[in-house]
């Protein structure tokens, strides 16, 4: 159908490069021919923590290796927000703005599937129940909510349970449960406390770093879970 580049970000590629390939499963299920951006980081640990010299330097080398591509699909909501709106902020003038059109080539991986012409076509199913979570960047700065939503309920035989308290941050927000990690635990545990309220024990996201935070308290509370990225729960809805 199309030629994109799978950009696999930096902490995906650390803790759980599986779910890059879940990624690039789906997106040549789709009839994609896919290319591979391994391990770059958008820049945002640094920008987050007030180094904006440091994250221009990062952003600087992702955008390099994003040269050639046309259309980059990223599997975090987070990477794809830093990208999209705050990474063209670090240059002023005309360089600031053409990073900004290059911004544009970028899109996270829900919303790529979700707009793909093609995806009314994949075969869809996997029996069983699931609950969704939003991460921060997704819902608010990109909109994706309806977006996987829909994709999720395309899932022939998947129970889609929403959260009562869906638009509440998970706690980790990057440098913030390094700065403040007791409140980061306590919103992890209420986060956790609204997930097992809907009799699931399985959590899906569009974004790993939301999901290692919880599946980290998960485990330190002794709550039985399991999270999957939406690439993985995709992926083995078509297999």
């Not at 998970?170 to 007791?182: R, Y």
């Amino acid at each position: 159908m199309g030629n994109v580049a799978l950009f696999v970000p930096c902490y995906m590629a650390a803790l759980r490069p599986e779910d890059g390939r879940h990624a690039r499963r789906v997106l040549e299920r789709l009839g994609d021919e896919v290319s591979t951006i391994v391990g770059p980081c958008c820049g945002q640990p640094a920008f987050n923590s007030g180094y904006r010299s440091e994250a221009r330097s990062v952003g600087r080398a992702l955008l390099r290796s994003a040269r050639g591509h046309g259309t980059i699909v990223i599997p975090s909501g987070s990477c794809t927000s830093m990208v999209q709106h705050y990474l063209p902020g670090l240059w002023a003038g005309p360089r600031g703005e053409s990073i900004r059109h290059m911004s544009e080539r970028f899109i996270e991986f829900g919303a790529y599937v979700a707009g793909h012409p093609n995806v009314a076509e994949l075969p869809l199913r996997l029996p069983g129940a699931v609950a969704y979570h939003d991460s921060c960047h997704g819902r608010r700065e990109l909109e994706l909510t309806e977006g996987a939503v829909g994709l999720l309920e395309q899932i022939e035989g998947l129970d889609v349970r929403r959260l009562a308290y869906e638009a509440e941050c998970c706690g980790f927000g990057g440098a913030f449960t390094l700065k403040e990690p007791e409140v980061s635990v306590a919103m992890a545990e209420a986060k956790l406390a609204d997930v097992a309220s809907r009799g699931v024990r399985v959590l899906v996201s569009g974004d790993l770093s939301c999901l290692a935070h919880l599946e980290a308290t998960a485990r330190a509370t002794e709550q039985p879970l399991e999270t999957w990225t939406l690439a993985e729960l995709l992926d083995r809805a078509l297999a």
